[in-house]
């Protein structure tokens, strides 16, 4: 995970979506709500790639800005 997580992104992307899912999650002994962001992009060829996942503790601005932030984003 942390070698895709740390990876260039050298392609450009023509389309880039962000989007966001809340699941529940087992925590040790109880059952908490948890969001998974996502950001997924396609290139001049059509090809879809997850460029970004982070399971946080709830969606909110900070969350979001750290997940564009992370390496592979930011790049």
């Known amino acids: 995970m942390k ?3 740390e ?3 050298k392609v450009p992307y023509g389309y880039v979506w ?4 809340e699941v ?21 060829d059509d090809h879809v790639e997850v460029l970004g996942l982070e399971v946080v503790s709830s ?3 900070a969350e979001w800005l ?6 592979a984003l930011a790049g």
Do not use: H, Y
């Open 7 to 9: 990876r260039p992104l």
């Open 24 to 44: 529940k999650c087992r925590e040790e002994v109880r059952t908490v709500n948890v969001a998974c962001l996502v950001a997924v992009g396609v290139n001049n």
């Open 3 to 5: 070698r895709s997580r």
């Open 18 to 21: 962000f989007d966001a899912i």
């Open 66 to 71: 750290a997940l564009l932030r992370s390496s």
């Open 59 to 61: 969606e909110d601005g």
